[in-house]
């Protein structure tokens, strides 16, 4: 089956340590994005690759990175500088530029201790 | 900015139709969607409604659009307890990119017995 797998679906960890999220798609999507998720508020964009290796900022890139260097993968990184990290990280794909459907995975649930 | 607007909560009882209300502000929105959320889980497409359209009706789904008044509707008939969920509205002002989706704070719908 397609689809979009994150991993780990839970993370704790401690102030001061980055930690790196992982995303796989086999759906052959050329496009795959990060949005954070807050109780009570909207999806917000990290940042969202349209191509393999690049990628571009979205609302509130501070304090994290990515990296594109295979279609099917797009991990995040929530270093020490991101001042309040503890949220739900969704990753999501689409066919290519100008797709509207976006494909979610589970997601992943990062506490900071 | 653009921003899109819902209610936070909504509790229909199981088997009346629950209505689900969204405003926006993008007056060139080109695409209005609805995603639906399950408990810890990403989001899924229910549905999605062109700007030229005024409504939208897939099984148990209605979709109503009022351009005029930047107004989104989903409408579920014979509300389920397999409907309990978040669902988001999300408007994008066109074809140009997935990553100008701009998503509401999500409704969570509960169901009483």
């Known amino acids: 089956d397609g689809g979009i797998t994150q991993s780990p679906k839970y993370l704790f960890r401690k102030e001061g340590q980055n930690v790196t999220l992982s995303c796989e798609q086999n759906?052959?999507?050329?496009?795959m994005y990060w949005y954070r998720q807050d109780p009570g508020q909207g999806l917000r964009l990290i940042y969202y690759?349209?191509?393999?290796?690049?990628?571009q900022k979205g609302d509130i890139a501070e304090g994290y990175s990515v990296s594109r260097e295979k279609k099917e993968s797009f991990p995040l990184t929530v270093t020490s500088a991101q001042k309040n990290p503890t949220a739900f990280y969704l990753c999501?794909?689409?066919?290519?530029?100008?797709?509207?459907?976006?494909?979610f995975g589970e997601g992943s649930r990062l506490t900071v201790l | 900015g653009e921003d899109v607007e819902q209610s936070l909560f909504l509790s229909v009882r199981e088997g009346d139709s629950s209505v689900i209300n969204c405003t926006y502000t993008?007056?060139?929105?080109?695409?209005l969607y609805w995603y639906k959320q399950e408990p810890g889980a990403g989001l899924q497409l229910l549905t999605y409604?062109?700007?030229?359209?005024d409504m939208k009706q897939d099984q148990r789904l209605t979709v109503l659009l009022n351009k005029k008044d930047k107004h989104l509707s989903l409408r579920i008939a014979d509300t389920q307890t397999g409907d309990s969920a978040i669902y988001f509205c999300?408007?994008?002002?066109?074809?140009?990119?997935?990553?100008?989706?701009?998503f509401g704070s999500g409704t969570r719908l509960s169901i009483r017995p």
């Open positions: 999300a408007e994008s002002s066109g074809y140009s990119s997935a990553s100008k989706i701009i």
């Open positions: 759906l052959n999507h050329d496009a």
């Open positions: 409604i062109f700007s030229n359209m």
């Open positions: 690759s349209q191509i393999v290796n690049d990628f």
């Open positions: 993008d007056s060139s929105s080109t695409y």
């Open positions: 999501a794909s689409s066919i290519g530029q100008g797709a509207g459907e976006l494909f």
